[in-house]
């Protein structure tokens, strides 16, 4: 793959992840709390649907956009010999928890089976949403970790 398309494809990847997991943070961290300070008006209510809604549209692309660069990201990497195991092991695992975040997106709002605890009454950090933020924290995480493996790699054998 050549330079600027290399870096396309790379950025991309990158901003698909901060739209996505920046945007989640800021509605756990700002938006959520603030919009609970206003109580249940219907004004709030509305807002939140909005919100929700073209946040949702962010989310779907993100996940288009991964789905596509990490398929030529992973073409290209493991396409190299001497790609070490670890790299395989760790981009395997980084693919699950994404995977697991693909699943989980599509469960926001769906209530487990035998759930008789209302939403707002389950613990907050196992909400899918928060899931959602915490795996990729660890994806983003995992993903610094290839690119430092990848570079010690090239380092490791020049020329190749």
Do not use: C
């Not at 939403?119 to 933020?133: E, F």
């Amino acid at each position: 793959m050549s330079g600027p398309i290399q870096l396309f494809v790379l950025w991309s990847h990158a901003l698909a992840a901060a739209a996505w997991i920046g945007g989640s943070l800021f509605f756990a961290a700002a938006l959520n709390p603030a919009m609970e300070q206003l109580g249940r008006t219907p004004e709030r209510i509305a807002l939140m649907v909005a919100a929700n809604r073209e946040f949702r549209e962010v989310v779907r692309l993100s996940i288009l956009v991964f789905l596509v660069t990490g398929g030529v990201l992973v073409f290209t990497r493991l396409g190299w010999s001497r790609i070490p195991n670890i790299y395989v092991a760790v981009l395997v695992f980084k693919a699950i928890l994404s995977l697991v975040m693909f699943w989980l997106t599509g469960r926001i709002g769906v209530e487990p089976r035998g759930s008789t605890a209302s939403p707002g009454r389950r613990v907050w950090w196992l909400r899918p949403q928060y899931l959602i933020l915490e795996l990729g924290v660890v994806v983003y995480a995992l993903s610094i970790a290839l690119r430092l493996i990848y570079q010690d790699a090239l380092i490791a054998n020049p020329g190749s």
